[in-house]
């Protein structure tokens, strides 16, 4: 049950794993992350922002920006997960009901799949349209490579590697991390989806702002960009077996990702950009250019076809169905859980 009648009268916590789970899941499909509202991403980011014109304004030595790296690393993820469990025992203080209410937006704000959808199909519509110069802006807005002269084949590759590299750490990864708080939830209150997901989604806020080789995060971004790797790493590989199942030719996708995922430079993005190459018959990679620097990424999957956009809309709801399924698999695990306890 989503609302348990005792809980209520006893005045305990009411966000149980399995309603706050769908119901999140929900909320995104349907409204996602409305423009103009306010965002957790948004406070995180602020606080990146600033935490990283102080130290760079500083001109540290090397050695104390890596320092400041991992405290700027662990202080947003700790911090961001911790926030979200204050915010629930504040508003269950107040209420029960505000505080399953509460805990329902945090997480359905964690999970990015109809953010991405929108994203991409904003794109997609002015490339329809034969409205290049409009796809390039909207483009710009969602990638960090110059989209100033991208021709109508270079704009549609980078949505599908948007939507591909997306896949992971934008909707398998926070409901991967929601999945795990909710089990562990079950054996130590205290813990449960939204604080994961929390963490899990300032971990990821971090790599797209400071996780870079070049200046100025060379030092200051190493931690955050590790650690990131490490905890997508896991659920990347769960996208790639996922999507090679729905494909329905798992042999092929996984040939075709041991071939050529482990030449890119990530150790993840690669892989999952791999497995949806695979799974259309597409081909991801080539030369990007990041502020006029040509940069040459390795080519992922054979090019059986060309992307088109009705190829992209195939990605999306692949990850539609993927995520679909996991979290069919974490209420039917969490029921069980709980009709033997």
Known sequence: MWFEPEALKNGEILIQPVGILTAAA????????????????????????????????????????????????LGLIIGSGAAGWALLWLTQALHPALAWATGLVLLASCFAGRSLRRAAEDVLVSVEQGNLALARQKLALYVGRDTANLSEAEILRAVMETVSENATDGV?????????????????????????????????????????????????????????????????????FTIALLSGQPRRVWQVCQRDAIADPSPNAGWSECAYAAALGVQLGGVNRYRGVVKAKPLLGDALAPITPQKIRQALQLTQYMFLVWLCLAVAGLTGLNLVH
């Open 26 to 73: 929900g909320l995104d499909f349907l409204i996602g992350d409305p423009w103009g509202w306010p965002h957790p991403v948004q406070l995180m980011g602020w606080c990146i922002s600033t935490y990283s014109r102080a130290v760079t304004k500083a001109a540290w030595p090397s050695w104390l920006e890596r320092v400041a790296g991992v405290g700027l690393g």
């Open 172 to 240: 398998m990864a926070p409901l991967f991390y929601a999945v795990i708080g909710a089990f562990l939830g079950e054996f130590l209150p205290g813990i449960g989806s939204v604080p994961l997901a929390l963490a899990y989604k300032a971990a990821s806020t971090l790599d797209s702002m400071v996780g870079y080789k070049e200046p100025p995060y060379t030092y200051l971004g190493w931690f955050s960009a590790r650690l990131e790797d490490a905890l997508t790493w896991l659920p990347c590989r769960l996208v790639v």
